[in-house]
């Protein structure tokens, strides 16, 4: 990060100011941040953070050639690129409906989009992944932690402390019926306090704060190994007021899905993003589409659009590169994120009526 400001595509005009207020490596900049570069050099916090953005993509891209040597884009085969994505792990979602349609789990190394109104679970899926993401290896999990950056306020801490102590009794069970010996020992630290103490909660309330923690994780997780899924709650909540130039905003937003994907590849984990739902007026009609436009569609390798059927929870995997387009019910329970349960079978509807515990009247006795 040593690198000399003048070798930095920055603009002429912002590079003769940064000169003039004493700034000379590309780690002075990063160190002094958007607010702070903003006061030095008198301009926006919104010019300061795209600055930034470029300087950070640079040094990212000088750090990635020092690794490869000669400087050469790394070469791989088809076959090796196969074998690295079966070796990729799945976060289960406790629904087995949505693992299958998802081919396992949410996928580290890939981005998955969630979509949806307000109050049909985004979140609560968010949470209950944050917990799952810590399931010991032998119990089918990838015993991993999480970071969870929440713009909204929706992150309910009571809420993850119902979710926690459902998944570790869950993890108890197997381990009764199996009664296996690292089942027993993995259970030892999979507690409640173990999995609170491993959700690293960061609250952002504007899209510069947003950015900003965005750009800065890569250092976090640096020290911070073992986080396996990274969570967004509410991605488009900051950029959706405030914001007179538009083209400003597209190009903020590309910049942060590249910062995303660059985190998603390099630290093995998944990146889950929830998205709000906005409404298309079209010549005939108006439909409810994802936010942030068609552009931002293309940042997520999946996207799940949640959505009701009257009182029903209903989940659309919209995009996948691998899987086909499919739509299952799905439920929130004091428990977490759950499949919705069969129909009791029974033997005809009279039955269905009567309480079990009784005999049945005839009507002779009526």
């Known amino acids: 990060m040593q690198r000399d400001l003048g070798s930095l595509p920055l603009a002429p005009a912002l590079r003769a100011r940064l000169v003039a207020a004493g700034f000379q490596t590309a780690q002075e900049l990063l160190e002094t941040g958007p607010c702070g570069l903003s006061k030095e050099i008198g301009i926006s916090k919104e010019e300061a953070l795209e600055a930034l953005q470029v300087v950070r993509q640079e040094c990212h891209g000088d750090a990635a050639r020092t690794a490869g040597?000669?400087?050469?884009?790394?070469?791989?085969?088809?076959?090796?690129?196969?074998?690295?994505?079966?070796?990729?792990?799945?976060?289960?979602?406790?629904?087995?409906?949505?693992?299958?349609?998802?081919?396992?789990?949410?996928?580290?190394?890939?981005?998955?989009?969630i979509c949806g109104a307000p109050g049909v679970g985004k979140t609560q899926l968010c949470m209950q992944l944050a917990v799952d993401v810590q399931i010991p290896e032998c119990f089918g999990g990838v015993a991993g932690e999480a970071v969870f950056i929440d713009t909204e306020g929706s992150f309910m801490v009571d809420r993850v402390v119902d979710i926690a102590t459902a998944c570790v009794q869950h993890c108890q069970l197997i381990a009764e019926a199996h009664r296996e010996e690292d089942h027993l020992k993995a259970l030892e630290s999979f507690t409640l306090e173990s999995i609170l103490s491993h959700i690293y909660y960061f609250r952002c309330r504007d899209y510069i704060e947003l950015l900003a923690q965005v750009y800065l994780l890569p250092d976090f997780l640096s020290e911070h190994s073992k986080v396996r899924l990274v969570v967004v709650d509410g991605i488009a909540f900051p950029f959706r007021h405030d914001f007179e130039d538009l083209s400003l905003r597209t190009r903020l937003l590309n910049g942060l899905a590249q910062q995303l994907i660059i985190i998603a590849n390099d630290h093995k984990s998944a990146v889950v993003l929830t998205n709000q739902m906005t409404t298309r007026i079209g010549q005939s009609q108006s439909t409810l589409v994802p936010a942030l436009g068609e552009s931002w569609g293309h940042a997520a390798t999946v996207r799940l659009i949640f959505h009701w059927d009257n009182s029903q929870r209903l989940a659309t995997l919209y995009k996948s590169p691998s899987q086909k387009e499919s739509t299952i019910p799905y439920r929130i329970t004091s428990h977490g994120f759950r499949d919705v349960q069969p129909p009791a079978v029974t033997q005809n509807a009279e039955d269905t009526e009567m309480n079990p515990r009784k005999r049945p009247r005839r009507e002779e006795e009526k």
């Not at 990729?88 to 190394?109: K, M, P, R, Y």
């Open 69 to 113: 040597g000669s400087g050469a884009t790394r070469k791989c085969t088809a076959l090796e690129l196969l074998e690295e994505e079966q070796a990729q792990g799945f976060i289960i979602t406790f629904c087995s409906a949505l693992d299958n349609i998802l081919g396992g789990g949410v996928q580290l190394t890939k981005i998955t989009e």
